[in-house]
């Protein structure tokens, strides 16, 4: 547990509580546009996916709740690490301007910004890279840029919603997915298109191929190397299939110092265009895209949202160089170590648990991530666990309310009836802690079991129960109410 004080009597949390009452319907306003939007967003309230504000559990309750939530891969901020490194970078350059002035192409460009993308690029092995605001940003740039009138995109199934936007804005010809993770599918899909399009099949238009190092609600790894082999074999001799790697997750959990899944295996010269996020290992905010000057020069021309917008400023980039100093330095590494330690220790409690088998046996929690685990080199920090959709709410309040924030995911952001508990692991996680999120894992297993085999007289688990009467009396619906 969280605490030596098991804090259930705070369920509904207040945080949980706000999210539960924003789903009520609101009363309409006369004014027509303001009313024309509420009832657009009253068809996510009824459907209990609107999206609301708030911060989580573990940030205003930090004696009670552990986070198992955040983007803080390597706990950079948790320890307070970043921030000092950032400060330190600050006094070293005491007369910085705390805005760019100008976008890059006219005078928004300084020689600290073009430092900082040179030693980035150099960290992961790549020519040239470009710093811009956001990873979805990031993905927006590269499909509105870089596709050609001709060319044809493939894709995972499971990219990112950002490289969805993107593709569907781009230039290309088709926009076809495979199967995700699937190097037959994906096979199968680029001989679809040699036969289709005569343009690629002599060589003069390309393929390009929309991947992630690391899928974000899934957490398995891309096998980019069976990909990168297919595509070879398919094309032989022909260079005309390019890669794009989304590296948001594997950037600093992956490879030498941190510098990524493409890193790690070798194929910095195989794949044509890298995104690297700053806003989750790293700590910062922002993203860099990696790849040649052509790609750069590409960018800059013709991707709007890098030309037509401020540079980023001082401040920005201080942040994003003071992760990577912290990356390439021994606390880095031995954050990197501790992050997969915790991992590996996650699934060793979790797969020799007691309970494990009945527990999948059963369809009452599964997680994909566990099977096969022992051969596993590296681990991700995203862990998604598994159970009947009725009880996918049950088992997020009675982690909350054991002191364990995680994430219920659900449609949109997945698609109908694949909802999951989404939980990340962080370097600064105690072994005490994974072993207590673990066993409460395993404590609302032994709950549920007794409530199917009828045993207990309850039909909802004890948390749960709290909840709902708590939403009852609120005149409240949705979040698995029985």
Same mark, same amino acid.
């Given at each position: 547990m969280?605490?030596?004080?098991?804090p259930?009597?705070?369920?509904p949390?207040?945080?949980?509580?706000?999210?539960?009452?924003s789903?009520?319907?609101?009363?309409?306003p006369?004014?027509?546009?303001?009313r024309n939007?509420?009832?657009a967003l009253d068809?996510?309230?009824?459907?209990?996916?609107?999206?609301?504000?708030?911060?989580?559990?573990?940030?205003?309750?930090?004696?009670?709740?552990?986070?198992?939530?955040?983007?803080?891969?390597l706990s950079?901020?948790?320890?307070?690490i970043?921030r000092?490194?950032?400060?330190?970078?600050?006094?070293?350059?005491?007369?910085?301007?705390?805005?760019?002035g100008?976008?890059?192409?006219?005078?928004?460009?300084?020689?600290?910004?073009?430092?900082?993308?040179?030693?980035?690029?150099?960290?992961?092995g790549?020519?040239?890279?470009?710093?811009?605001?956001?990873?979805?940003?990031?993905?927006?740039?590269?499909?509105?840029?870089?596709?050609?009138?001709?060319?044809?995109?493939?894709?995972d199934?499971?990219?990112?919603a950002?490289?969805?936007?993107?593709?569907?804005?781009?230039l290309?010809?088709?926009?076809?997915?495979?199967?995700?993770?699937?190097?037959?599918?994906?096979? &199968?899909?680029?001989?679809?298109?040699? @036969? %289709?399009? #005569?343009?690629?099949r *002599?060589?003069?238009?390309?393929? =390009?191929v929309?991947?992630?190092?690391?899928?974000s609600?899934?957490?398995?790894?891309?096998?980019?190397?069976?990909?990168?082999?297919?595509?070879y074999?398919?094309?032989?001799?022909?260079?005309?299939?390019?890669?794009?790697?989304?590296?948001?997750?594997?950037?600093?959990?992956?490879?030498?110092?941190?510098?990524?899944?493409v890193?790690?295996?070798?194929?910095?010269?195989?794949?044509?265009v890298?995104?690297?996020?700053?806003?989750?290992a790293?700590?910062a905010?922002?993203?860099?895209?990696?790849?040649s000057?052509?790609?750069?020069?590409?960018?800059l021309?013709?991707?709007?949202s890098?030309a037509?917008?401020?540079?980023?400023?001082?401040p920005?980039?201080?942040?994003?160089?003071?992760?990577?100093?912290?990356?390439?330095? &021994?606390?880095?590494?031995k954050?990197? @170590? %501790?992050? #997969?330690?915790?991992? *590996?220790?996650f699934?060793?409690? =979790?797969?020799?648990?007691?309970?494990?088998?009945?527990?999948r046996?059963?369809?009452?929690?599964?997680?994909?991530?566990?099977d096969?685990?022992?051969?596993?080199p590296?681990?991700?920090?995203?862990?998604?666990f598994?159970?009947?959709?009725?009880?996918?709410?049950?088992?997020?309040?009675?982690?909350?309310?054991s002191?364990?924030?995680?994430w219920?995911?659900?449609?949109?952001?997945v698609?109908?009836?694949q909802g999951?508990?989404?939980?990340?692991?962080h370097?600064?996680?105690?072994?005490?802690?994974?072993?207590?999120?673990?066993?409460?894992?395993?404590?609302?297993?032994?709950e549920?079991?007794t409530i199917?085999?009828?045993?207990?007289?309850?039909?909802?688990?004890h948390?749960?129960s709290?909840?709902?009467?708590?939403?009852?009396?609120?005149?409240?619906?949705?979040?698995?109410?029985?």
């Open positions: 969280a605490s030596s004080e098991k259930v009597e705070l369920m949390t207040e945080a949980l509580a706000f999210r539960m009452r789903m009520k319907l609101q009363n309409k006369a004014d027509i546009f303001y939007l509420e009832e068809q996510r309230r009824v459907a209990y996916n609107l999206r609301c504000v708030v911060e989580s559990e573990w940030q205003t309750m930090r004696d009670k709740v552990i986070d198992f939530s955040s983007n803080d891969i950079f901020n948790a320890r307070g970043l000092d490194s950032f400060l330190a970078e600050l006094a070293q350059n005491p007369d910085f301007n705390p805005g760019a100008g976008s890059r192409l006219l005078d928004g460009f300084y020689p600290y910004l073009e430092a900082a993308e040179r030693d980035i690029a150099a960290f992961h790549a020519e040239a890279s470009l710093i811009v605001n956001s990873g979805f940003e990031a993905n927006l740039a590269i499909w509105k840029a870089i596709p050609r009138p001709g060319d044809v995109v493939v894709y199934s499971l990219v990112h950002s490289t969805h936007e993107g593709i569907e804005s781009s290309a010809m088709q926009k076809i997915e495979f199967t995700h993770n699937d190097p037959k599918s994906f096979r &199968e899909v680029l001989l679809s298109v040699i @036969d %289709s399009h #005569q343009l690629i *002599q060589g003069t238009r390309c393929v =390009l929309a991947v992630e190092s690391v899928y609600m899934d957490g398995d790894i891309c096998l980019l190397q069976e990909l990168i082999d297919v595509a074999e398919v094309f032989q001799e022909q260079d005309n299939v390019k890669f794009v790697v989304d590296e948001a997750h594997s950037t600093g959990v992956f490879g030498p110092k941190g510098s990524g899944l890193c790690e295996l070798g194929l910095e010269d195989q794949v044509a890298r995104v690297h996020t700053f806003g989750k790293i700590g905010t922002g993203a860099g895209i990696l790849g000057k052509t790609i750069k020069s590409a960018l021309n013709f991707a709007r890098t037509f917008t401020t540079a980023p400023s001082f920005f980039v201080a942040a994003i160089k003071a992760g990577y100093d912290l990356l390439q330095s &021994e606390e880095g590494q954050s990197l @170590d %501790s992050l #997969q330690h915790n991992a *590996q220790l699934y060793q409690l =979790l797969t020799t648990h007691a309970l494990w088998q009945k527990a046996d059963e369809g009452i929690l599964w997680v994909p991530l566990a096969g685990w022992e051969s596993r590296i681990f991700t920090h995203i862990v998604p598994w159970t009947r959709p009725k009880y996918l709410y049950w088992l997020y309040f009675h982690l909350l309310s002191g364990y924030c995680t219920p995911i659900e449609h949109p952001v698609p109908p009836g999951r508990i989404r939980m990340t692991l370097a600064a996680n105690t072994e005490a802690q994974v072993e207590g999120l673990v066993g409460a894992v395993f404590e609302w297993v032994e549920i079991l199917e085999e009828g045993s207990a007289g309850e039909k909802v688990s948390v749960a709290k909840v709902y009467d708590w939403m009852k009396s609120e005149g409240l619906e949705g979040w698995g109410l029985v």
